[in-house]
Each structure stands twice: as C-alpha cells, then as structure tokens.
C-alpha cells in the first residue's frame, strides 16, 4: 500500500465498523491463522467482526482463539449473507479471486463493502479497492503482521493474535524450512514470541494430535500409493473416496502427504490427486524452476506459488491420472533441466 492508502485506511478503521473477513476454500493454516489474527485485532479496536469460512476445516485448527465464532457458509448461508450485506469493510484473505471462495464469492461480489485483499499468491484478480500483496511474503499471516504494524499499532499484538499468526507462518513455511522463509520471518516470529506466541505448545497442537486413521492412512499411502516416474523426476498419490472412508477419513488428514513424495531424492515435481465429493482435488509441489502454478493454471483449473499449487479436476480419478500423466512428455525438458 501507498502512503495516501494507509492514511485512508488508518481513517476507516479509526471508528467502529461491521467488518467481515473471509478466507478460501478448505481453509489451512494460513487461512485460519490469518483471519482469526485479523479478527483478535480488531476486535480491540471496538469493531463488529465476523469470520466467515466457505466451508469447514481440519479439527486442528480448532484451537485458535475466536475460532468459535467462525461461521461455516456451507451451514448457515443465511446467516452468513446477512453478514456481508450489511458489511462496511470485507477483508479478503489468503486467495486472489473471489472463485476460490466459491458461492460466498457471489456474496462478496455484490456487497457495497469495501473490499480489502491480503494475500501472497500469484497474479491477483481486480477485485478489491486496497490491497496489500506481496508474492515475496512467507504467508498472509507475515503481511497481516505487516498490516497491524503500518496501522501503528505493533504494540496490540498479545498472545491470542501471535498464537493466530504464529500458526499460519509456521504451517505455510513447512516449519521454517521453504525457500519462502526471510530473515523478516525469523523478525516477525521473533516479535510475536515476546509478545507470549506459545511456539512449542502450537507446534504440538498442529503435528503431535493425529487419529489412529490418519497415521494409516499416510502408512497406506505411502507403501501402496506412491508412483514414481524417474524419467520425468515426478512422484505422485492418489486416493479414492472408497480409500479415504476405509480409514476413517478427517478433514486434514491428508495434509501434507503431497511433500513426502518431494522428499525423494532425484524427484522434481510432486502430485497428489485425492477424491472429494465427486471432483478430483489436486495438490502440486516443485522444486527448482518448474512452476506449478503455471501447470495448474493451465491444466487442472487452479494456481497457487511457483513452488506449491492446487487446482481441479472434473474426470474420473482414472481419466485424471492418465491425462497427468500423458501432460509429463511435455515437459521433460524442464523437470530435467538443473
């Protein structure tokens, strides 16, 4: 933002307001960290605020101070587009086009609000009248931290607000361990300890609270599941739904099994291709300078980083690997360029 956008923004949020966030579909991490560090935020300063999700999210992230409050648009859609009706500010976090907010995007599309977007993905769409974007920032957590302190108001940030962006920093940089992590991360991380962020207890609430199912689930994907196509230096998943319910299937279980397949060595370019209501989602990790945002773009209806994207895909899950597959010949040059 320009300096004539953050005088107009300081001035909007200088009085109470009705304030709506909301986030993408399938919330993560970032997401849900974002939002509700959004949400702790305002509400000090005296604003009416509401997070409102498209649809639910992993049980982990249950824990996150003001999470009670959220709103789930799949379940009361009244309620919700109330809500964003009678909005004077929509914040828009973490995604770059009202599509992936899905119907709640028509919502946020006709609402007299004003629309703020804060988001770090790859070409943002023009639909938000302030933006503050960054594609270098880590996470949306990092530019919300960034927001509150262009807001003047560093000094607001108490544990409820670092434990929320704590969360969406640690799980978008893999723990600190992606290209994406700046020595402005370590910054941020470190302020957000002082201000009484609980980073080991966090980490544990993320990574150590897993089903039963879970663990098997990941054991059966990775002893049956995996492919690997060392010609093109690509490994890949996929589940069914039939595969999903036999252990016992929870929303974020299936979070991260996409970076086990990146973890071989010699692999470039990892997929998983999982089976949700019908449709195939799609999850892509790279490393180097194959860009799969690109590859999703073009392919399967989606985007995302250069290095890690999702998308769609409406074929069977059988259709859907062997048109993954038939797209690799394609580029066999770049996977295995250095």
Not at 108 to 135: C, E, T
Request: proline share 3%.
């Amino acid at each position: 933002m320009n300096p004539k956008e953050i005088k107009e923004v300081k001035a909007l949020l200088s009085k109470p307001k009705n304030i709506v966030i909301v986030t993408h579909w399938s919330p993560d991490g970032d997401a849900m960290g974002s939002s509700l560090g959004l949400y702790n935020y305002l509400i000090k300063l005296d604003h009416k605020v509401n997070v409102i999700t498209p649809n639910d999210y992993p049980s982990f992230l249950f824990w996150l101070p003001g999470n009670k409050k959220v709103i789930d648009f799949s379940k009361k859609a009244k309620a919700a587009k109330s809500l964003v009706a009678k909005a004077d500010i929509i914040f828009c976090l973490d995604f770059n086009s009202l599509k992936r907010i899905e119907k709640l995007g028509d919502e946020v599309g006709r609402s007299n609000a004003i629309r703020f977007m804060i988001d770090h993905h790859l070409q943002p769409d023009d639909f938000a009248k302030y933006m503050l974007h960054s594609i270098k920032a880590c996470s949306t957590c990092e530019l919300v931290f960034e927001l509150i302190q262009l807001m003047g108001h560093k000094k607001l940030i108490d544990k409820n607000i670092g434990n929320c962006l704590y969360t969406g920093i640690m799980t978008d940089t893999g723990s600190f361990r992606f290209p994406s992590t700046t020595a402005t991360t370590h910054k941020i991380i470190a302020s957000l300890i002082e201000a009484g962020t609980e980073n080991a207890e966090i980490h544990n609430r993320i990574y150590d609270g897993n089903s039963e199912g879970k663990i098997k689930l990941l054991g059966f994907s990775l002893g049956e599941k995996l492919k690997v196509l060392k010609e093109y230096k690509t490994a890949y998943f996929n589940l069914t739904s039939d595969e999903l319910d036999r252990y016992s299937y929870q929303k974020g279980d299936t979070e991260g099994v996409v970076n086990y397949a990146l973890s071989i060595d010699g692999v470039r370019f990892a997929a998983f291709f999982v089976e949700r209501d019908g449709i195939i989602k799609t999850s892509f990790r790279s490393q180097g300078s194959f860009d799969v945002n690109m590859f999703a773009r073009k392919h399967f209806s989606g985007g995302g980083h250069k290095n890690a994207a999702g998308g769609m895909s409406e074929l069977s899950m059988e259709n859907t690997i062997r048109k993954f597959e038939a797209l690799l010949p394609e580029y066999k040059t770049q996977l295995n360029r250095k």
